[in-house]
């Protein structure tokens, strides 16, 4: 990183900036943000950055990949406010949200692999069953299917002749799924969104390719994670060192 001697060995923001592929311009906006310490300033102005920037730039940058930048912004600004300890919970609330994330995804996919197609009991018919035969493979109430259809899960037709409600393959498929989510204690609303997927990728086979590309954003998200935390821990061990100087 280059210096500018005639800021006593500090660096300018076009410094700070080319070493971390930013302009300038933004370099001061994250020092306006609280993202980065104060800057000193020179006798006619002039902003002076330290090496202790530049570690808090590259752990924010290195923060916004896996928390987002949002939170690397509130973590770096409780760091330079001498709030750690807030900035770890900032963290620990986004680790939360991915463990959830994980959560989900590994029940979603369970599940679809349980959806191994059975024929329904009951009258016959080229769309499907009525609800006592589903309800009865699944080992459910009939109330319970119309309260998924209440919430969106499954969507049933009405026999035109009976007016009963009947399920096509389709439908079997989203109560089957509801059912295996709903056993590992997900809400229906988060089971809404996930049928509305199945439904929007044309069934459950073309949704396996936007899971595993799900997962791959998972993994990689929690690697950025740890990879932020170092670069936070290294700024953290900075600032620590340039306190003591101070100090002594």
């Known amino acids: 990183m280059a210096v500018n001697p005639q800021s006593g060995g500090g660096l300018r923001p076009v410094d700070l900036a080319r070493a971390h592929g930013l302009s300038a311009q933004a ?3 994250y020092e306006a943000a609280g993202i980065l310490p104060a800057a000193a300033r020179t006798a006619s102005g002039y902003r002076v950055y330290t090496r202790l920037h530049a570690r808090a730039l590259t752990a924010f940058l290195a923060l916004v990949a896996g928390h987002g930048h949002g939170t690397a912004a509130a973590v770096l600004r409780s760091v330079n406010e001498g709030a750690p300890d807030e900035a770890f919970r900032l963290i620990d609330e986004s680790h939360a949200q991915l463990l959830d994330d994980r959560r989900t995804l590994e029940a979603v996919t369970g599940a679809l692999r349980d959806l191994v197609p ?5 009258p016959p018919g080229p769309t499907g069953g009525f609800v006592g035969a589903l309800a009865a493979e699944l080992g459910i109430r009939p109330a319970t299917l119309r309260k998924w259809e209440r919430a969106g899960l499954v969507r ?5 002749v009976t007016g009963y409600r009947r399920y096509d393959e389709a439908d079997v498929r989203d109560a089957r799924l509801a059912h295996q989510l709903r056993r590992g204690g997900y809400p229906l609303e988060r089971i809404a969104s996930v049928i509305a997927q199945v439904r929007s990728a044309g069934g459950v086979e073309p949704l396996e390719a936007a899971l595993r590309e799900w997962h791959d954003r998972v993994s990689a998200r929690g690697r950025a994670m740890v990879a932020g935390a ?8 900075a600032q620590e060192r340039d306190e003591e100087k101070a100090t002594a």
């Not at 059975?118 to 009951?122: M, N």
């Not at 049933?156 to 035109?160: H, I, L, V, W």
């Open 230 to 237: 170092a670069e936070l821990e290294t700024y953290l061990r």
């Open 118 to 122: 059975e024929p329904l009991e009951g």
């Open 27 to 29: 370099v001061r906006n």
């Open 156 to 160: 049933p037709r009405r026999d035109p």
